[in-house]
Structures are given as structure tokens and as C-alpha cells.
Nanobody, 114 residues
Framework: QVQLVESGGGLVQPGGSLRLSCAAS????????MRWYRQAPEKERELVAV???????NYADSVKGRFTISRDNAKKMVDLQMNNLKPEDTAVYYC????????WGQGTQVTVSS
């Protein structure tokens, strides 16, 4: 079955950390560029981070220096380590796989609040 399943979201205080994970199945993970997007209430979905098939990374300016994307092709997983979280990071975070197809996970909620 072709799918992406995110996990690791939750409620965290400002300044805290979370690690999101995305488990892939049913396709050749190593050949897909992987991205994390997020969508806050009443806002458009935005790209947060991207990692190429060979591990090159890029980040939105708003998360540079705080978030780190990584992938493990053997385990077919992509992670997003989020540090020094801010209230404006509150959103549903989605994993995306881009290759022969564009695949999306169901999303995981991240809430940053005191």
C-alpha cells in the first residue's frame, strides 16, 4: 500500500522541541524528494523544508537554524527536528513525497503554546 504516515506532533511550550517522523511504504522511497509542509488555520500551505534524494537540504527562512530535516533511505523515513519552537510554528505538518507521483500524508498537529 502506497502511503505516508506522520507522527510526533503534539503540544509544546515556546522554546521547546519536537521531532516529527514520516514513514513511507509502497514506493521506491530513495528516488523521491521529500518535503515537509505546514498549514496554519486560515493560511495557505507553506513549504517548510526539503531534502533531495542525496541529502541536500533547504529550509524556509522562518525556520532556518531551528529545524533540521533528515532522511533514512534504508528505513524509508524522513524526520523533521524542530527546536526553539514559537507560537507561529503552530500548524498541521504534512509530509510530501515528490517523484513519479506526488504523495501526501494525513498530517500531524503541532501546537506551540504556554
Amino acid at each position: 500500500q502506497v502511503q505516508l504516515v506522520e507522527s510526533g506532533g503534539g503540544l509544546v511550550q515556546p522554546g521547546g522541541s519536537l521531532r516529527l517522523s514520516c514513514a513511507a511504504s509502497g514506493f521506491t522511497f530513495s528516488t523521491y524528494v521529500m518535503r515537509w509542509y505546514r498549514q496554519a488555520p486560515e493560511k495557505e500551505r507553506e513549504l517548510v523544508a526539503v531534502i533531495s534524494t542525496i541529502g541536500n537540504t533547504n529550509y524556509a527562512d522562518s525556520v532556518k537554524g531551528r529545524f533540521t530535516i533528515s532522511r533514512d533511505n534504508a528505513k524509508k523515513m524522513v524526520d523533521l527536528q524542530m527546536n526553539n519552537l514559537k507560537p507561529e510554528d503552530t500548524a498541521v505538518y504534512y509530509c510530501n513525497a515528490a517523484g513519479r507521483r506526488s504523495l501526501w500524508g494525513q498530517g500531524t498537529q503541532v501546537t506551540v503554546s504556554s
